[in-house]
């Protein structure tokens, strides 16, 4: 079964931090872009950094850049989000998706493309 199962948020202070792991089984995750893509509630899907398939090139949307890190370990099938510097405007649904970069940063449903894992709270309090 193809699967990306998360791990990691919470609630955390603002100026706090927190990891986020992402597990993917059933699918070739090697050959595979990886993103985390955040929702707050009542607003559409927000991309927020990326790594391509080996792991030697990554992105991030402005607003995470210098605080956020993501990461990825092939032989463990693994992808992280190392959150720093919380903010509450940070406050969303958190998800990793599998799929070319390119398609992921303008993508606007879930539903339309790629591996989706099922989401994990990160909430910020001020």
């Known amino acids: 079964e193809v699967q990306l199962v998360q791990s990691g948020g919470g609630l955390v202070q603002d100026g706090g931090s927190l990891r986020l792991s992402c597990a993917a089984s059933?699918?070739?995750?090697?050959?595979?872009?990886m993103s985390w893509v955040r929702q707050a509630p009542g607003k559409g899907l927000e991309w927020v950094s990326g790594?391509?398939?080996?792991?030697?090139?990554?992105s991030y949307a402005d607003s995470v850049k210098g605080r956020f890190t993501i990461s990825r370990d092939n032989a463990k099938r693994t992808l992280l989000l190392q959150m720093n510097s919380l903010k509450p405007e940070d406050t969303a649904m958190y998800y990793c998706?599998?799929?070319?970069?390119?398609?992921?940063?303008?993508?606007?449903?879930?539903?339309?493309?790629?591996?989706w894992g099922a989401g994990t709270q990160v909430t910020v309090s001020s």
């Open positions: 998706a599998a799929g070319d970069l390119k398609i992921m940063t303008v993508l606007k449903r879930k539903e339309d493309f790629g591996i």
């Open positions: 790594i391509n398939k080996g792991g030697e090139d990554t």
């Open positions: 059933g699918f070739a995750f090697n050959l595979y872009d």
